[in-house]
């Protein structure tokens, strides 16, 4: 069975004035969605923080192998001159 040309302009009616704004909201939200990633993306990453310095290693008493720190002249646990 044929159908009239007032069934297709039934359905096609509708679909204008329902679809038409609906695609304009979505291109113009999807558009806004668009810019706001770009604009994220294009933002510089903050800088690297700086390095941490490495404590400088400590020595070992000759005498006793405890642990001395920098600018120590005497082990304080044998009391072994280090210099």
């Known amino acids: 069975m044929m159908m009239g ?6 359905l096609l009616i509708p679909l204008i004035v329902i679809g038409a704004p609906l695609l304009i909201v979505v291109l113009l939200v999807g558009g806004g969605l668009t810019a706001l990633l770009r604009s994220l993306s294009n933002n510089p990453k903050p800088p690297a923080p700086p390095p941490v ?22 082990c304080p646990s044998c009391g072994a001159a280090l210099t």
């Open 5 to 10: 040309a007032g069934l297709l302009f039934m």
């Open 53 to 74: 310095a490495t404590p400088t290693p400590a020595r070992a008493c000759p005498t006793c192998g405890r642990e001395i720190r920098p600018g120590w002249n005497v």
